[in-house]
Structure formats: structure tokens, C-alpha cells
């Protein structure tokens, strides 16, 4: 009678297997109560994910905008997940969509170890001049 036991597969090196991106959407004022309930569920479901997929790098992508975008990276900075801040623009620019307070925490996020900065370039028609960035018009 043949083993029928699985032979175990090697585990691969967590430096170079394939990352579980996890995107991020959602509201830019969340109820102020709803905000722990949040923070809760996600502590959750990046424990489960952890436990199942233990070989698999986590990494979270968000554009980094005031409210939920901020509320999942932090809770997956507290799980020393990676993230990526996929900017919509160059942060100069962002920048002008945020109160001071907001940008400050924008830019302590992205000075985390972990996280990853990617800026997308400026639409060609602002580029030409075509279209002016916020605070030229």
C-alpha cells in the first residue's frame, strides 16, 4: 500500500514570494464611532490572513486619502504589513488636498519603515499647460 501522505513542499523565502496586495477604498469621513469598530475588524482579518497564509508577504495598496485609506494603513502598519502609498499625483501636489494636520500624518505614514511611496506622474494635458494644478488658477 502506497503512503498516501503529502509530501511537504519546501516554504519559500518570504523575501521573494509573491505578495497578497490587499486595495484600498472607502469613505474620506467616516462616523467618528464607527472608527473602532473598523480598526477592529480589520485587526482581524489581518490576524486571519496571517494564520492562513503565513509564507506570504501582506501588502496593502491605498492612495492614502483622509479617512478609511488612512484608518486600514494604520491598523496595517500595527501588523508590520507592507504598504504601498500609490499617490495619484506627485506628493507636492497632493499635498494641496490636505489640511496641515492631515498632511503631517500623511507624511509621518509615508516615513514608516515598510512603506512604499509611488507617485503617478501628472496628466500629460497638465503637463502642456493645458490644465493648471490647484492653487494656480
Do not use: C, W
Amino acid at each position: 500500500r502506497k503512503n498516501s501522505r503529502v509530501p511537504e513542499l519546501p516554504r519559500p523565502d518570504p523575501q521573494s514570494a509573491t505578495p497578497l496586495l490587499i486595495g484600498v477604498t472607502g469613505h474620506r469621513h467616516p462616523h467618528p464611532e464607527d472608527i473602532a469598530a473598523a480598526e477592529a475588524a480589520l485587526d482581524r482579518v489581518f490576524t486571519d490572513l496571517r494564520r492562513r497564509l503565513p509564507d506570504t508577504p501582506l501588502r496593502v495598496v491605498s492612495g492614502m486619502a483622509d479617512g478609511a485609506d488612512r484608518i486600514v494603513v494604520r491598523v496595517a502598519l500595527r501588523h508590520q504589513l507592507l504598504v504601498t502609498a500609490l499617490l495619484p499625483m506627485p506628493l507636492h501636489e497632493y499635498a494641496a488636498d490636505f489640511s496641515a494636520s492631515s498632511l503631517a500624518e500623511l507624511q509621518e505614514i509615508l516615513a514608516q519603515p515598510g512603506v512604499e511611496q509611488i507617485e503617478l506622474p501628472t496628466s500629460l494635458a497638465v503637463a502642456r499647460g493645458a490644465a493648471r494644478p490647484r492653487g494656480e488658477r
